[in-house]
């Protein structure tokens, strides 16, 4: 099934029902393997997501946590990626910790995305050369197409063959550890959350513009099975693709 947005009145109707979606991918993994995974992001709606996702009912006892990036920073600073998770959904939904497996922000960069790479592959029984297949992948998109911790014209938007790396995102001055394009693409759903005013442009793009994920990262999924979660503001610049929600 290739990429299909859906739309909604409010940010928080969006949330609600991209949470919903999330909870329906783990549910229906659970129905035939003992666990399911559930790689997360950050950013500035992921509260709401987090939020909406913890009351649901999941069976977190059997669903282990990963995440898409980090920033350089220890786990309870204020921009940790993993601390609004933990703040919103580990904590509220009594995720088990043995199921939390957090990037470790606090390390020097490339030692936190080496550490990374080799507890994804030990959790995922993984040989040379292959990559995981998170059961869902949620990502936000920034205003300038970002997605994960890979920014425009970034080198590694190339790279289809390593787990996660250590980048420096120049226009923010910032370490952050990230999954690489070939673990978003291996992934066997992706749920996009994005909303906003500011975000109308890149999503267009991503939909509308020709194939360019150096200049819209977030298009690195769009032939791939995934479904974008839109408030009205965040579609409004789109044509006529919308799928009823």
Not at 55 to 78: C, K, M, N, Q, T
Not at 142 to 148: E, K, L, S, V
Not at 190 to 202: E, I, N, Q, W
Request: negative net charge; hydrophobic residues 45%.
């Amino acid at each position: 099934m290739p990429a299909a947005w859906r739309s909604y009145p409010i940010p928080e109707a969006a949330a609600k029902a991209c949470a919903r979606r999330i909870a329906e991918l783990l549910d229906e993994a659970l129905t035939s393997q003992d666990s399911a995974t559930l790689a997360l992001s950050g950013g500035t709606t992921a509260r709401a997501l987090f939020e909406s996702l913890a009351p649901l009912g999941i069976d977190w006892s059997r669903v282990h946590l990963f995440w898409v990036d980090e920033r350089a920073v220890a786990p309870d600073h204020a921009l940790s990626n993993y601390r609004l998770a933990a703040e919103r959904l580990i904590l509220p939904a009594r995720v088990p910790s043995g199921n939390v497996h957090r990037i470790h922000g606090e390390l020097a960069p490339q030692a936190a995305a080496k550490a990374y790479a080799e507890e994804i592959r030990r959790h995922f029984g993984l040989g040379p050369g292959e990559l995981p297949a998170f059961h869902v992948v949620y990502l936000g998109m920034g205003a300038d197409a970002h997605t994960a911790g890979l920014f425009p014209d970034e080198p590694l938007l190339e790279d289809r063959s390593g787990i996660a790396a250590d980048v420096f995102v120049r226009k923010l001055g910032q370490w952050r550890i990230t999954l690489l394009p070939g673990s978003l693409l291996a992934a066997r759903q992706a749920v996009f959350l994005v909303t906003g005013t500011d975000k109308a442009p890149a999503v267009r793009a991503v939909f509308e513009e020709p194939h360019n994920p150096l200049q819209f990262p977030a298009q690195l999924l769009r032939g791939r099975p995934a479904t974008w979660f839109l408030d009205a503001a965040a579609a409004s610049l789109l044509g006529g693709h919308d799928q009823p929600a």
